[in-house]
Nanobody, 126 residues
């Protein structure tokens, strides 16, 4: 079964940048659509980015558009999330998720994905 491990979280000042990693084992990530989600206490987990395996299409939520980008490093079987211009409201636990091929349903919803990482915490504060 595909296993995902996020890393790279930590404390970041407002306006700063952070790069998260999502490393995979048990499968080749290039064959999977990847979703990025975040969750704050008392709130539902929300999706904000998706990378499709078909045509390398991406879907971004308005909250992160122009600030967050995702990329693949197939040699490392890893997906990265580059976060720039971070705001305090970006504070959350960040998760990567994957499903084989295309997503089943809307790409920024939880039900679209079959495999999940454990999450990594990002705190944006001065």
């Amino acid at each position: 079964q595909l296993q995902l491990v996020e890393s790279g979280g930590g404390l970041v000042q407002p306006g700063g940048s952070r790069k998260l990693s999502c490393a995979a084992s048990g499968g080749i990530l290039d064959s999977y659509a990847i979703g990025w989600f975040r969750q704050v206490p008392g709130k539902e987990r929300e999706g904000f980015l998706c990378i499709s395996t078909r045509g390398a299409a991406t879907v971004s939520a308005d909250s992160v558009k122009g600030r967050f980008t995702a990329s693949r490093d197939n040699a490392k079987n890893t997906v990265y999330l580059q976060m720039n211009s971070l705001k305090p409201e970006d504070t959350a636990v960040y998760y990567c998720a994957a499903t084989y091929g295309t997503t089943s349903g809307p790409p920024l919803t939880l039900e679209a994905y079959d495999y999940w990482g454990q999450g990594t915490r990002v705190t944006v504060s001065s």
